[in-house]
């Protein structure tokens, strides 16, 4: 098994004799090979033990054990004891999940301060087939089908290759003993469930399913790599700002769209069942939440944003100047010059009789009912009905700022003026607004 050990190693570039490694040692069958087999390779090893204190004695037999072996060899050794069900029940989390924070926060912090290379864990084949299973029984995508990564984040598997039949073999033929976790023959657990009721039954079907799932895992990882380039260009086609827009119209009919558009959107917080929801009815101003973003429905685009809070704050200003508001600058100035046509047609300002302006003047986002005259048209108009027949997307149309003074709108800011502050033949003094 050693020379297959160092085959997988070289094949996959896991690390090298120089590497600094610190090996996760649980004291159980498949990580006293993995401790073993680096040895007899002569790398450069360093064990750590994590005493979850979950079993009472027989965890601190766990602990005594793999540190006497340590000791044996010569073995750098690093240990440490938590109540990890006390942790377990402040933190309000699973005591399997707090068992898994604690421990490779610990290798972490071990790792930095003392400048390792790698972490290598005992994850074999038979763990890599029951993950498998658990991903499918739960909804995976095509990552999902992969299962448990070769190396990741400077964590590598070096024995993912070798069945447990195969572990327990060189075991016996190295005399080597191990510690045996009784939780690991009960079905309290989903993953044990697996492995004692679920592969059992597929054996009987197919006796060389190690074998058969090996090959689909090759399979599945020609398939991600595909995948993973299709992913690619899609994220290319994006563009990513404050607001993402996603080229929705572009894509809408591409194989596999949906699979490419949960993989995007799962840090944003959404699944498989948003996306079949959001494609199931494609129309303008539709919108589906997580807890962090929003994602909108626009014409020929989507929209992706951190759920934003609609805020009621009014920005009042007492006279010309330049303010900041809200990572904005605005400055408010009076002039004499008449404006050039290139100048009033620039959406970041607008010119308004100066003298017919009652300070002070306000910013803020617009409200429900709000009215006014757009440039141009006779008679008011509901800012509402001006957006949607200027078809403004839903993230921009909540957004939009208005400028006002004391008693009406004077600009949908980078949209339109208010009729009745144009500038005429008998404006005298101008008021320029422009934002930065």
């Known amino acids: ?41 002569k790398f450069n090893i360093s064990a750590a033990h994590y005493n979850f204190g979950l079993r009472g004695q027989a965890s601190d037999g766990d602990e005594d054990f793999v540190r006497q072996f340590c000791e044996e060899k010569n073995i750098p050794f690093f240990c440490t004891k938590t109540n990890t069900k006390q942790v377990a029940r402040e933190g309000g989390v699973s ?10 926060s610990w290798f972490k912090e071990i790792m930095a301060t003392n400048e390792f290379d790698l972490l290598a864990t005992a994850h074999h084949l038979d763990d ?65 469930k697996i492995r004692h009721q679920v592969i059992p039954v597929l054996k009987e079907i197919n006796p060389g399913i190690e074998s058969t799932i090996q090959n689909n895992f090759q399979r599945f990882e020609a398939l991600n790599d595909i995948f ?55 129309l303008a101003g539709r919108k589906i939440t997580s807890a962090s973003h929003s994602l909108t429905v626009g014409r020929g685009e989507w929209f992706l944003e951190k759920n934003y809070k609609m805020t009621s704050e009014i920005f009042e200003f007492l006279a010309p100047g330049v303010y900041e508001t809200d990572n904005r600058r605005i400055q408010i100035q009076e002039t004499k010059g008449f404006p050039s046509i290139m100048d009033i047609r620039k959406s970041g300002q607008a010119f308004f009789d100066f003298d017919l ?16 005259q757009p440039f141009g048209m006779e008679g008011k108009k509901l800012v509402s009905d001006f957006l949607i027949n200027a078809k403004i997307d839903a993230p921009y149309k909540k957004n939009q700022l208005v400028l006002t003074d004391k008693n009406h709108i004077l600009w949908l800011v980078g949209l339109r003026t208010d009729d009745r502050y144009k500038l005429t033949s008998a404006t005298k003094n101008i008021l320029k607004v422009s934002f930065f």
């Open 95 to 104: 005591t399997q999940m707090a068992a898994r924070e604690l421990r490779y």
């Open 228 to 282: 993973e380039e299709k992913l690619r260009v899609f994220e290319q086609s994006i563009d990513f700002g404050e607001l993402i827009k996603i080229p929705s119209k572009k894509w809408e009919n591409s194989a596999g769209f949906s699979l490419i558009l949960e993989e995007f959107l799962k840090p944003y917080g959404f699944n498989f069942q948003d996306v079949v929801d959001l494609l199931k009815v494609d």
């Open 357 to 372: 302006i009652e300070w002070p003047i306000s910013l803020r986002v617009w409200q429900r009912g709000d009215k006014f």
């Open 1 to 41: 098994m050693l020379e297959e050990f160092l085959w997988f190693i070289n094949k996959n570039r896991l690390c090298a004799t120089t590497d600094k490694i610190l090996v996760a040692v649980s004291g159980g069958k498949d990580s006293m090979a993995l401790l073993h087999l680096f040895l007899e390779a």
């Open 128 to 192: 890599k087939i029951e993950t498998l299973y658990l991903n499918i029984t739960k909804g995976t995508g095509p990552k999902g089908l992969k299962s448990i990564p070769l190396n990741k984040d400077r964590i590598i598997r070096p024995l993912l290759f070798a069945s447990l039949n195969k572990i327990m073999k060189y075991l016996e033929s190295n005399n080597l003993t191990w510690r045996e976790d009784a939780s690991n023959q009960t079905t309290d657990y989903q993953r044990n």
